[in-house]
Nanobody, 117 residues
């Protein structure tokens, strides 16, 4: 059974920063692309950042220049550094496999991000 554990969310003011971390109990973690997804209340979940097995990163336009995704294969960890946060970034954030294989079919509980003055 795959376990995905996200942490690091919280409540910040606009312009603030948060660092999200995800640990995945997947034996072949290093071979997968990984992503951070977010789901605002009442909306669909969307992929906002991904990192390939080789380290290539991709971002949705709305977070480019503000978010940075990274991975540590030795620790089975994916990190999302979020800077210059905006109210529209508020959502529950999840990590999961990304790329052509799609997600793993199960999700962690996510970590909540609130951005408000």
């Amino acid at each position: 059974q795959v376990q995905l554990v996200e942490s690091g969310g919280g409540s910040v003011q606009p312009g603030g920063s948060l660092r999200l971390s995800c640990t995945a109990s997947v034996n072949i973690f290093r071979f997968y692309a990984w992503g951070w997804y977010r789901q605002p209340p009442g909306q669909q979940r969307e992929l906002v950042a991904s990192i390939a097995s080789g380290g290539t990163t991709n971002y949705v336009d709305s977070v480019k220049g503000r978010f940075t995704i990274s991975r540590d294969n030795a620790k089975n960890t994916v990190v999302l550094q979020m800077n210059s946060l905006k109210p529209e970034d508020a959502a529950t954030y999840y990590c999961n496999r990304a790329g052509v294989l799609g997600d793993l079919g199960s999700w962690g509980s996510g970590t909540q991000v609130t951005v408000s003055a």
